[in-house]
């Protein structure tokens, strides 16, 4: 629970700092950056969690390997985060961040997990439908888990659609024990 109220504080600290320097969209561009990378990347989520490396010497990489890349409000957060030994809770502040911005945007975001990667016309086909049900521009967080065979899963607020073949065979095993 702290964690959270954490997050929540350094997301709107961010949020507040672009909006007043005009670089909101730039900042966005560089959190999903950021957040693909830490997902992606062991090593570096584990240089980020990595306890005995000191805070100068994480400042000292991180300017190494963003320096040119990031907005420079992006970098001093980063770098703040490293001073106040935060970079551990990295992932959730840059999660808060994004669901700040989408909240202050009006959109809704649906949680989408998927057996295949979608490609974008049947990404575009779904945040087609999600808004029409909605009523609200949808942005798609996609995931890919084979486990549920086929077909894919939205979760749009408090709302599931299952559309996936795992739990179609389920349902059908159901049915047939039923007789």
Not at 99 to 124: F, N, P
Request: glycine share 6%.
């Amino acid at each position: 629970m702290r964690d959270i109220r954490v997050a929540k504080r350094y997301a709107d600290a961010i949020y507040s700092a672009a909006v007043e320097a005009g670089v909101l969209d730039n900042v966005v561009e560089d959190v999903i950056s950021l957040l693909s990378l830490i997902r992606d990347s062991d090593e570096f989520s584990a240089f980020l969690h990595d306890l005995l490396i000191v805070p100068e010497s994480k400042q000292s990489i991180l300017q190494e390997l963003f320096g040119n890349q990031l907005d420079p409000l992006v970098l001093n957060f980063l770098f703040l985060l490293v001073m106040k030994q935060r970079e551990r809770s990295t992932e959730n502040i840059l999660l808060a961040f994004t669901q700040l911005v989408d909240e202050q945007a009006g959109r809704l975001v649906a949680d989408v997990t998927s057996a295949i990667e979608l490609t974008s016309t049947q990404q575009d086909a779904l945040v087609e439908k999600l808004s029409g049900y909605s009523g609200k521009q949808v942005r798609l967080s996609m995931r890919v888990d084979s486990s549920i065979k086929g077909g894919f899963i939205a979760k749009l607020g408090d709302t599931v659609f299952d559309g996936s073949v795992a739990t179609q065979l389920q349902r059908l095993k159901r049915q047939l024990a039923r007789g």
